[in-house]
C-alpha cells in the first residue's frame, strides 16, 4: 500500500515537472530530479533483490519459505551466521545462479 501510494507520487511529480519544464523551460532541474526518484521508486526492488542466492562466506539457506504477496513467488530466506543478516531470495533467482 506505502509502495502504491510512492510510486503514485513519483509519477504525479514527474508529470507536473513535465508540464512546468515546458511552460518554463528554466525548470529544468525540477525534471532532472522527479525523474531521478521516479526511476529509484521503480527500480528500487529489483536493485535491492540482488538477483539471486547471496554470495560469499557464511550464507545458508534456511527451512524458511513462504509466498510473497506482491508477487506470488515461493521465496527462501538466506541467513548469514557472521553477521546475523537476512535475505529474503526468490526461489526461481536461487536456482540460476
Do not use: H
Not at 525534471?31 to 562466506?57: D, I, N, Y
Amino acid at each position: 500500500m506505502l509502495r502504491d501510494f510512492v510510486q503514485s507520487f513519483a509519477l504525479l511529480a514527474l508529470l507536473a515537472a513535465v508540464v512546468v519544464t515546458v511552460i518554463a523551460p528554466p525548470a529544468w532541474p525540477f525534471l532532472l530530479c522527479a525523474g531521478l526518484l521516479a526511476a529509484g521508486v521503480f527500480f528500487e526492488r529489483t536493485l535491492s533483490r540482488g538477483g539471486g542466492a547471496p554470495r560469499g562466506a557464511g550464507w545458508a539457506p534456511t527451512a524458511e519459505r513462504f509466498r510473497d504477496d506482491e508477487s506470488g513467488a515461493m521465496v527462501t530466506v538466506w541467513f548469514n551466521a557472521k553477521t546475523g543478516e537476512r535475505r529474503y531470495v526468490e526461489d526461481g533467482a536461487a536456482a540460476q545462479d
